[in-house]
């Protein structure tokens, strides 16, 4: 272990007690907290004369004052026998009062006739006129002590947590820097290429920055040390996706026949023609499932594009080829869905198919685990239930997993495993920008379906308050009279799951008093999957005509006929999420709506949603907004997918270094695949620290 790998309570000015607090920042090693960088900076490097203060006026505004102590002492307040140290400093133009509350052992620390630099909020005492600061931020000057580390300079300022100060995180990473001299690990040839600044000067720059810094570039992350970390962990994260799509191109996989005639009777069957764009995609997954190497490929593809019969085709040829193929979808609806959608194409081409989800009954469970595993059944449907070690296949030769993000790396490393380096074809809804899905699935090779099928209209959008709710009743009573259907969708949290299921039931009490004659259906959560599907049938056939219903609805739902969408508290829903439910109509190529609703107060990040939900349908666009406000690592689950996570780089900020990162890495490794070279050994084990075991999942994204 590395010296910056040792854990951070061993560390001078930290014992057990901090490096708990520590720990909720995710700070466990010393490298952590050395890459634990500032979220802003402020400059206190314009100390002011008191006198200049004290002409001009307290207007509440930051200021920094350079002076001696020349008095101090404890005062207790009349009323609330509150403690209060004051300390009363001077530098020969005025005077002004610096006041702590329960600060009392400041006593001992600021004594008459010593020098201090003083930091705070300037305000004017209402009694005696004088000029005071609350609780400000100070530093004893002391020739001895070195620099200032938090007044007199641009100050760090850093994401703390309760009982963990701003003073206590800049002494301990000041006396980090000064003991921990940072080995370089970049190739001098690329510090050259890119004028990087070497690492250590890097880090001490973005914590404690030079006099004369720019304040704007370092407060948005621009300066030439942000640059040279961000450079570096893209690097890193590169390296390791270069390594892991070496490793899948290097397996010898399955070389399946792509010219059976199963594929022709299947589009012949299609009630459409498919897009030029499903139909590129199709070429491209029938190029890498003829190939000796397995496929690994992400499709994309905004709400509604038509990737289900793209991953039917790609289903159809396995069978053909004498495999069978899993699909695994996140929840029970959207698996169920799946399964009645695919089962209409694949009973007339006499392929069998079964679902398994934890809701079927355990007879009927064994007999689909035995069909399975003696090869009876050619395609298998299911959610998490796929992974369960009983289900085995006598010759799985393609895995597709839908919603990949809801899935963790592990999960899919499991189903993958149920054959002998299966294709892999991962699905998602969840628009990204190319540049950075090459880059954060920069292992799997990416299709992107880039259009809507022919006659899909926008969905209008409106976000409603206040009176304007009448307006979203109006338009679903004109919808209902016109034959068509309506969701009605509630929010349900864990935290106030009750309080949500109670307004959701109400709702649907309310509207079935309200519109007697048309049929109103609840689905939530805790219903059994039988209820579930028996209430989605219903609704399916049109016989319920007003389904009230919490986020069950948000994937996979498919009902032309229902033109209208209202979100109850839309404020309380994520962009994806709302993108995502509003998906569920405009699928019947008549006039759409979704209408969302709030009540009361909404945040200034609520309205920031709401607003651009309403401004477009574009799921790229959405998708840039949902990354900019929730920030990148949330945005993709890096978590969840076994992708290192980003300390300092930004995904949106940094979109250039990163392109430039990721041409660097995948050069290095075309030419030093083990990274074995001198100048590569220290790179390398930066990269293994960097991943850890996660490299070990090499053929899966």
């Keep these: 272990m590395t010296d910056l790998q040792k854990e951070i309570q061993y560390i001078k000015g930290v014992g057990p007690v901090r490096a708990k607090l520590l720990g909720r920042l995710g700070i466990k090693t010393i490298e952590d907290l050395l890459y634990y960088t500032p979220f802003r900076y402020e400059d206190r490097g314009n100390i002011k004369p008191i006198g200049e203060l004290i002409r001009h006026g307290a207007d509440e505004s930051y200021q920094t004052v350079q002076g001696k102590v020349m008095a101090s002492g404890i005062v207790i307040t009349p009323r609330q026998r509150k403690k209060i140290f004051e300390a009363t400093i001077g530098d020969g133009s005025g005077y002004i009062t610096a006041k702590w509350f329960n600060q009392p052992y400041l006593k001992d620390v600021l004594k008459k006739e010593k020098r201090v630099v003083v930091s705070g909020h300037v305000r004017r005492d209402p009694y005696s006129y004088g000029l005071y600061m609350d609780g400000p931020e100070f530093e004893i000057i002391d020739d001895e002590e070195g620099e200032l580390i938090h007044t007199g300079r641009i100050v760090p300022i850093y994401h703390v947590t309760s009982g963990l100060t701003q003073k206590v995180m800049r002494n301990i990473i000041k006396g980090l820097l000064d003991l921990y001299p940072l080995p370089e690990i970049l190739p001098q040839g690329l510090l050259d290429k890119y004028h990087l600044p070497g690492l250590h000067d890097a880090v001490n720059q973005i914590h404690f920055p030079p006099e004369r810094s720019e304040m704007d570039l370092l407060n948005r992350g621009g300066t030439r040390s942000h640059k040279r970390l961000s450079f570096e962990e893209f690097l890193l994260l590169e390296l390791g996706l270069a390594i892991k799509k070496s490793t899948v191109t290097q397996e010898s996989g399955i070389a399946f026949k792509v010219d059976g005639p199963m594929i022709r009777r299947l589009h012949a069957l299609l009630p459409f023609r498919l897009t030029s764009s499903q139909q590129r995609v199709i070429d491209e997954i029938m190029g890498d499932m003829a190939g000796l190497h397995p496929m690994n490929r992400l499709l994309q593809g905004d709400v509604?594009?038509?990737?289900?019969?793209?991953?039917?085709?790609?289903?159809?040829?396995?069978?053909?080829?004498?495999?069978?193929?899993?699909?695994?979808?996140?929840?029970?609806?959207?698996?169920?869905?799946?399964?009645?959608?695919?089962?209409?194409?694949?009973?007339?081409?006499?392929v069998t198919s079964r679902i398994l989800t934890s809701g079927i009954t355990s007879r009927k469970r064994e007999a689909i685990l035995k069909d399975t595993a003696e090869?009876?059944?050619?395609?298998?449907i299911g959610t998490h239930a796929l992974l369960e070690g009983g289900v085995v296949f006598k010759r799985l030769g393609l895995a597709v997993v839908d919603e990949q993000h809801k899935f963790g790396v592990l999960q899919r490393a499991t189903l993958k495993r149920k054959g002998y380096n299966p294709d892999v074809l991962i699905m998602t809804a969840t628009p990204i920008p190319r540049t950075l899905a090459m880059s954060v699935y920069g292992d799997l090779d990416l299709s992107v379906i880039d259009e809507l099928p022919p006659g899909r209209i926008p969905v209008i959008t409106k976000w409603l308050y206040g009176d304007r709710r009448k307006e979203a009743y109006s338009i679903m009573k004109e919808g209902l009279r016109e034959g068509k259907q309506v969701y009605v969708v509630y929010p349900l949290v864990e935290e106030s799951e009750k309080v949500d299921l109670?307004?959701?039931?109400?709702?649907?009490?309310?509207?079935?008093?309200?519109?007697?004659?048309?049929?109103?259906?609840?689905?939530?959560?805790?219903?059994?999957?039988?209820?579930?599907?028996?209430?989605?049938?219903?609704?399916?056939?049109?016989?319920?005509?007003?389904?009230?219903?919490?986020?069950?609805?948000?994937?996979?739902?498919?009902?032309?006929?229902?033109?209208v969408m209202i979100i109850e508290h839309a404020e309380r829903f994520g962009l994806s999420q709302l993108h995502q439910l509003r998906g569920r109509v405009g699928r019947g190529g008549g006039k759409s709506y979704c209408l969302l609703l709030t009540n009361g107060k909404v945040t200034e990040e609520g309205r920031r949603r709401l607003s651009m939900m309403a401004r477009t349908n574009n799921g790229f666009e959405i998708a840039e907004e949902d990354m900019a406000i929730r920030g990148p690592g949330e945005f993709f689950g890096t978590r969840q997918s076994g992708i290192p996570e980003l300390r300092v780089a930004n995904l949106l900020r940094d979109v250039k270094i990163l392109e430039a990162a990721r041409k660097e890495a995948f050069e290095i490794i075309a030419k030093d695949p083990a990274l074995e070279r001198p100048e590569h050994r220290l790179l390398r084990h930066a990269m293994e620290q960097k991943w850890r075991d996660k490299l070990e999942l090499a053929t899966v994204s």
């Design 304 to 350: 509604g594009c038509g990737k289900t019969i793209v991953a039917l085709t790609a289903i159809l040829i396995a069978v053909e080829n004498g495999y069978q193929a899993a699909l695994m979808a996140p929840t029970e609806i959207l698996a169920e869905q799946h399964y009645r959608n695919i089962q209409v194409y694949l009973d007339p081409l006499g």
């Design 375 to 380: 090869g009876g059944v050619q395609v298998v």
């Design 502 to 563: 109670k307004g959701a039931t109400e709702m649907a009490e309310r509207l079935q008093r309200a519109f007697p004659d048309n049929m109103v259906g609840l689905l939530h959560g805790r219903l059994n999957s039988v209820k579930k599907e028996e209430i989605m049938g219903r609704f399916k056939r049109n016989e319920i005509r007003i389904l009230v219903s919490t986020t069950v609805v948000e994937v996979g739902v498919d009902v032309p006929n229902a033109t």
